[in-house]
């Protein structure tokens, strides 16, 4: 079976506090991404990364940076929490067979809580 | 990038019915795929699906690429299909808003 595991489940964190999300699949996946979901809002794109170091900007980058070291691992990094970035994060994986892309396998989420 | 509405937003069903949910996407895409997120908010795949049609179980999905829409078949609802359905379409699989889904014993 597939799996996407991410960091944290809950996280509770301060304005101005630098976070980090996690997220790790273990199905050689190229291509890992970083959604928020919001209600009413579905679910919104954040970064992608197609290979080991790469990155590409989704919808909504704004105040968000992406790390990929590891064909295995992609973190999300907030700079400086703020409130408004108060969400549950999902990581997803796939594999890259040339175009299109295979389907997608989501991590549980991470609600995160800015205060 | 591609815009993808979903249609009916709510739903509320009686144990047993059968339901239609619809996806519209605004350009030709080569990856469709629909998704049951959980009361739990965890995600699963039902069916990647960028043409033609597929079947698992009580589940169907049909996919008219050069009309642009998508429309997912439950047959015989159960309490347990309860939950959001999202469809995602594009290469960077754009979300809609998804349609929620109530049955009711």
């Known amino acids: 079976d597939v799996k996407v595991t991410q960091s944290s489940r809950y996280l509770v964190k301060r304005t101005g506090e630098k976070v980090f999300l996690e997220c790790v699949q273990d199905m050689d996946h190229e291509n890992m991404f970083w959604y928020r979901q919001d209600p009413g809002l579905g679910l919104r794109l954040i970064y992608f990364s197609y290979d080991v170091k790469m990155k590409e900007k989704g919808d909504i980058p704004e105040g968000y940076s992406v790390s990929r070291e590891k064909k295995e691992r992609f973190s999300l990094i907030l700079e400086s929490a703020s409130t408004n970035q108060t969400s549950m994060y999902l990581c997803a994986s796939s594999f890259l067979a040339g175009e299109p892309q295979e389907t997608q396998y989501f991590g549980p989420g991470t609600r995160l809580l800015v205060l | 990038g591609i815009q993808v509405e979903q249609s009916p937003p709510d739903l509320i069903l009686q144990e047993g019915a059968n339901s239609t949910l619809r996806c519209n996407f605004s350009?030709?895409?080569?990856?469709l795929q629909w998704f049951h997120q959980n009361p739990w908010g965890q995600l699963i795949n039902l069916f990647y699906?960028?043409?033609g049609t597929k079947q698992n179980g009580r589940l169907s999905a049909t996919t008219v690429a050069t009309e642009r829409y998508s429309l997912l078949y439950i047959s015989s609802s159960q309490t347990t299909d309860s939950g959001v359905y999202f469809c995602a379409a594009g290469n960077q699989f754009y979300f809609g808003t998804g349609t929620s889904l109530t049955v009711i014993p």
């Open positions: 699906i960028p043409s």
């Open positions: 350009d030709s895409v080569n990856n």
